[in-house]
């Protein structure tokens, strides 16, 4: 309505906020490609983000501006706009739509493709319908607000009605057109710039913050390497891996900080045992978990490289089967002192992605048999020769084609007691690990010097310093360099590997 001040208008912050999120819908649906799945989960989760928002926008203009504007209208008045203004179920289908996409488990890319058509449709039909309804709700009941309220009270009403619409959003109030933009006018390098000191939660938070702010607050660069255990307990950082090769210091840098997690385990547990909090953080961390897998991970799962889920009371099989599937491209997985088993491993070959794991870390996954190798070897050996390397020239005519090697550079299967001669030749049938230089196997109870040297035979990169196995086995591989068995002389002197055959 012309010449009504801005502080006094209900709808004009509120409108303009929706308007926008209204366009940045529209763009991003022209520019998402729905046969890719973690596109057609990102943006379902944006669009779960965006109607929740417009949900708000319903229930604040029934509750605050409708509510107190009937009573002081004449009877005649009242009974033409008795109607509610939000009645149109539209919404509520869009967000039953985008439900049913998010829940759907495992569509195909046709699927996809056709889900995203009939929500396009859907949002083109409650798009073209929405934008012209607010502008009606500006010249039907604007006129009336002002009539009816006092220059105080529209004053009053509309900072409420501001301050609840900030609040739906996760801020304090929302911007006008003549604020300040402040960070959305820098360039999305100087955000990311920014950002990256920022804590997971806080990007998150920021995310909710403004609309502009979500693509650069879940930019991949920002979300390499994620430590879900750790925030969970309160560390809330990304422990990114120093300048050099991030596989090495990431490994470096993962096996200090466990050390001092394991100092401060012994040290608390009984605290936290007799406090009573034990199942409480285990519900956290469990909370935390999920969250990361159904809200992050579609998001940035392709841009993970480092995951870990060391010492994680609430990690079981089906997180991390499904965290595997979510990060094609990951070079580092940590699950020691973790409870999980073979079937972790299970989805390794249904990936069409190079296997580009790194660092494979199992250290006291006692529940870990010769499965788990026999599933990590088949992958290797599959990716290895599904994805072959030639010179470039089209057809690859007059080229050698050779396959892509695995980079498994560092396995630890520390006290995995149950694995024997069996799951270390599975590990290397059919292939060679060239690159690998760092090998544990201390507290193998059950394997070998034959073993060990099948094994030993396929990696010719094997560093005697890093490689370690139990000081029982006489005459195995680099018997003078090798070593040693690390899981001796913790806490007595009765070898691990005594202690675990003695308990089988």
Request: hydrophobic residues 35%; proline residues 5%; aromatic residues 6%.
């Amino acid at each position: 309505m012309p010449g009504v001040p801005e502080d006094l208008d209900v709808f004009h912050v509120p409108h303009g906020q929706m308007k926008k999120i209204v366009h940045c819908i529209e763009d991003e649906l022209t520019h998402t490609n729905f046969s890719d799945h973690d596109a057609y989960l990102s943006i379902l989760s944006h669009l779960r983000h965006d109607f929740h928002i417009f949900k708000c926008h319903e229930e604040i203009e029934n509750k605050y501006i409708l509510n107190n504007l009937l009573p002081r209208l004449p009877h005649s008045a009242k009974t033409s706009l008795q109607k509610d203004i939000h009645s149109d179920n539209r919404l509520s289908l869009l967000v039953s739509l985008v439900h049913d996409g998010l829940t759907w488990e495992e569509p195909s890319e046709g699927d996809r493709v056709a889900f995203g058509k009939k929500l396009k449709d859907a949002i083109a039909d409650f798009t073209t319908d929405f934008i012209p309804h607010m502008e009606e709700e500006e010249e039907v009941f604007l006129p009336l607000l002002v009539t009816h309220f006092s220059e105080g009270e529209l004053r009053e009403l509309t900072q409420i009605v501001n301050h609840l619409h900030g609040k739906s959003q996760g801020k304090d109030k929302l911007s006008t057109p003549h604020e300040s933009p402040g960070l959305t006018s820098l360039p999305p390098e100087v955000l990311i710039k920014i950002f990256s000191y920022l804590s997971p939660a806080d990007l998150c938070h920021l995310s909710q913050s403004h609309t502009s702010l979500r693509g650069v607050a879940f930019d991949g660069s920002l979300w390499r390497h994620l430590h879900p255990v750790r925030w969970a307990n309160g560390n809330v950082c990304f422990f990114r891996p120093p300048h050099g090769d991030p596989s090495h210091d990431a490994c470096v840098e993962n096996n200090m900080a466990k050390q001092l997690m394991s100092v401060e385990g012994r040290v608390n547990a009984n605290l936290r045992m007799r406090e009573g909090v034990m199942e409480e953080y285990c519900e956290g961390e469990a909370r935390v978990l999920t969250a990361l897998l159904e809200h992050l991970l579609p998001r940035i799962g392709t841009h993970v490289r480092t995951l870990d889920l060391a010492y994680g009371k609430a990690v079981s099989n089906e997180i991390v089967f499904r965290m595997l599937k979510r990060c094609p491209n990951l070079q580092y997985l940590d699950l020691s002192h973790t409870g999980v088993s073979d079937f972790a491993f299970k989805g390794l070959l249904a990936s069409r992605e190079v296997w580009s794991l790194q660092h494979i870390d199992l250290t006291g996954c006692t529940q870990i048999t010769d499965t788990a190798l026999q599933r990590i070897g088949q992958a290797i050996s599959t990716h290895s020769s599904l994805f072959p390397q030639t010179c470039g020239h089209p057809g690859g005519k007059g080229c050698v084609a050779t396959p892509i090697h695995p980079c498994l550079k560092s396995l630890v299967l520390s006290r995995c007691h149950m694995i024997t001669d069996a799951g270390l030749r599975a590990l290397v049938v059919g292939v060679v690990l060239p690159e690998l230089r760092h090998l544990d196997l201390s507290g193998l109870c059950r394997i070998t010097k034959e073993g060990l040297g099948d094994l030993v035979a396929s990696c010719p990169s094997l560093n005697p310093e890093m490689f370690f196995y139990c000081d029982n086995i006489l005459q195995g591989p680099y018997a003078d360099c090798a070593n040693g068995c690390q899981s001796s002389g913790e806490g007595d002197d009765v070898c691990y590997c005594k202690r675990a055959l003695d308990s089988s």
